[in-house]
């Protein structure tokens, strides 16, 4: 089974730290993607990866940055949280360059910026 | 641009019954794939169906099954015989064949109770 690990169930800042989340798969996937789950507006892509060190914006980019050293890992940086980065993140993969390729989730780490 | 919308925020169904989650999409583009994602309370969001644009008949997963209205860019989700088990919150998903890496874009969600 595909198995994709996020360091954090539930994380809690204050405005203006600097947070890492982390996310880690374990199936060789080619492609990483994080993406931020609120109420009613569904699940949005913030950036994804198609290989190590590469990095694409998705549709909601800014305040935040990607860092993919490893093929397994795909991290997610808020450079200075804000209150209206409070949310749910969510990091997926998916193995190979086929867009029809199916996404394996993490469990989700839920972000409160105080 | 791509869009996907589910119109029912709630539903709700008694175990043993049967229900319908509707999807609508909009493309102009002719290849594509579709997904249904479920993820249950506190647990991960896991694919429950996949549907490649090109294929007339609906997919099927035991008790889950599609309908595929390609002309009218429809795409329900069809869960027979009720479990708890199936209370969740269930998002439907689009994305273009041609892009690389992919970007799948989601609908609203739709929070499915199943009641005892």
């Known amino acids: 089974d595909v198995k994709v690990t996020q360091s954090s169930r539930y994380l809690v800042k204050r405005t203006g730290e600097k947070v890492f989340l982390e996310c880690v798969q374990d199936?060789?996937?080619?492609?990483m993607f994080w993406y931020r789950q609120d109420p009613g507006l569904g699940l949005r892509l913030i950036y994804f990866?198609?290989?190590?060190?590469?990095?694409e914006k998705g549709d909601i980019p800014e305040g935040y940055s990607v860092s993919r050293e490893k093929k397994e890992r795909f991290s997610l940086i808020l450079e200075s949280a804000s209150t209206n980065q409070t949310s749910m993140y969510l990091c997926?993969?998916?193995f190979g360059a086929g867009t029809e390729e199916t996404q394996y989730f993490g469990p989700g780490t839920r972000l409160l910026v105080l | 641009a791509q869009t996907v919308t589910q119109s029912q925020p709630e539903m709700s169904v008694q175990e043993a019954e049967t229900v319908t989650l509707s999807c609508t999409y909009d493309?102009?583009?002719?290849?594509?794939?579709l997904f249904w994602y479920k993820q249950p309370p506190s647990r991960q969001m896991i694919l429950v169906i996949r549907?490649?644009?090109?294929?007339?008949q609906n997919a099927t997963e035991n008790r889950f099954s599609v309908n595929f209205q390609k002309a009218a860019k429809s795409f329900s989700l069809k869960i027979s015989d009720s479990q708890l088990g199936d209370t969740a919150m269930y998002f439907c998903?689009?994305?273009?064949?041609?892009?690389?890496?992919?970007?799948?874009?989601f609908g609203q969600g739709t929070e499915l109770s199943v009641k005892p």
């Open positions: 549907q490649e644009a090109y294929k007339q």
């Open positions: 998903a689009f994305i273009l064949s041609y892009n690389q890496g992919g970007k799948l874009i």
């Open positions: 990866s198609y290989d190590v060190k590469m990095k």
């Open positions: 997926a993969s998916s």
């Open positions: 493309t102009s583009e002719n290849n594509y794939y």
């Open positions: 199936m060789d996937h080619e492609n």
